[in-house]
């Protein structure tokens, strides 16, 4: 039996791209997983292909606080428990800039980026604390280092910000909480292809890697960046 065969996990934006291959690879160690995701055909179908035992399939926008409380209640009503938690879901905007960007798109990207994520560490928390688990985020190179007008770029810097003191927090009752920072990834956030990048599955890799992390090492940063 796998170590992972009691553990529960919520995953957000697991419709495709890095959320879609971290399900795959957790399920594939044996977690049980709650998904969720706007786009609930895609949804469906990857909980399908997992296998309805092992993975519950949620569609909702969880820019919307009520809407998110009833998918972790959903999800721990129908497993029992939560032990970990990827927060994954984030987007960016298609025009760049300060001056020349859109603030409608602004605030579509603040509202996922950030409002949904402090959404979701609120809602499992109190889960997270019962299990001594493990709250997982999404970050960027983009949140390390300068890049011109970038207000998504600027959206990571929270999200870097946010995981080192959450990660304070939760040490309080021994919770582990990681942020995965990676360079440019080839998934459909990006009009073009970009083979050269990293994959999904590297992303993917580095989550179980803070996972599978002895208890006693909570893996605050994972930073990976594309050799080419």
Not at 17 to 29: D, H, P, Q, S, W
Not at 127 to 144: D, E, N, P, Q, Y
Not at 199 to 211: F, G, L, R, S
Request: aromatic content about 6%; some cysteine.
């Amino acid at each position: 039996m796998s170590e992972h065969s009691s553990k529960i996990m919520l995953i957000t934006g697991a419709s495709s791209g890095i959320g879609e291959a971290t399900a795959r690879t957790a399920a594939k160690a044996g977690l049980r997983l709650i998904l969720t995701a706007r786009r609930g055909d895609l949804l469906e179908k990857l909980a399908t292909e997992i296998g309805q035992d092992k993975a519950l399939a949620v569609p909702a926008d969880i820019t919307n606080f009520d809407t998110l409380k009833q998918v972790v209640a959903q999800g721990v009503k129908h497993f029992g428990g939560l032990d970990v938690v990827f927060a994954n879901a984030g987007t960016g905007t298609s025009t760049p800039g300060t001056e020349n960007g859109d603030p409608a798109e602004w605030q579509k990207m603040i509202d996922l980026n950030i409002n949904a994520l402090l959404y979701t560490a609120k809602l499992t928390l109190p889960h997270l604390r019962k299990s001594t688990g493990h709250f997982i985020m999404t970050g960027s190179v983009a949140g390390k280092i300068t890049l011109k007008g970038s207000i998504y770029g600027a959206t990571k810097w929270f999200v870097q910000g946010f995981g080192n003191n959450l990660a304070e927090e939760m040490r309080e009752w021994n919770g582990r909480c990681t942020t995965i920072a990676p360079g440019m990834v080839n998934t459909p956030f990006f009009d073009e292809p970009k083979p050269n990048k990293l994959d999904p599955q590297d992303v993917a890799d580095a989550v179980m890697h803070a996972i599978n992390a002895n208890p006693r090492n909570n893996v605050r940063e994972v930073f990976l960046m594309p050799r080419y």
